[in-house]
């Protein structure tokens, strides 16, 4: 099992940046490939980016990437997203997850997730 928590949304004008953090814990942290996701009310639940287990292989979706970054500290149990140049549509509540492969994490299959943060950008 392995549980996560999610700290670091709030509310932020268009431009400007924020950075969410996701705290692991219960498993062995560094076996799992890590990720964010997001939903919107009324849509579907989308990826966002993913980090492999050993931080060698990421991905971002094309909606966010060169706005994104992942990171993970395997040491610290905490995988991190910095989001900048936010905008109103980036607007959701982020969902850090836990996968066995990021392969699957890219087919929007979470094995572990945490209960989410509220991202609000306002133009």
């Known amino acids: 099992q392995v549980q996560l928590v999610e700290s670091g949304g709030g509310l932020v004008q268009a431009g400007g940046s924020l950075g969410l953090s996701c705290a692991a814990s219960?498993?062995?942290?560094?076996?799992?490939?890590m990720g964010w996701f997001r939903q919107a009310p009324g849509k579907e639940r989308e990826i966002v980016t993913g980090?492999?287990?050993?931080?060698?292989?990421?991905y971002y979706a094309d909606s966010v990437k060169g706005r994104f970054t992942i990171s993970r500290d395997n040491a610290k149990n905490t995988v991190y997203l910095q989001m900048n140049s936010l905008k109103p549509e980036d607007t959701a509540v982020y969902y850090c997850?836990?996968?066995?492969?990021?392969?699957?994490?890219?087919?929007?299959?979470?094995?572990?997730w945490g209960q989410g943060t509220q991202v609000t950008v306002s133009s």
């Open positions: 219960g498993r062995t942290f560094a076996s799992y490939a």
């Open positions: 980090i492999s287990w050993s931080g060698a292989v990421i």
């Open positions: 997850a836990a996968s066995v492969s990021l392969s699957r994490m890219r087919s929007s299959f979470g094995d572990y």
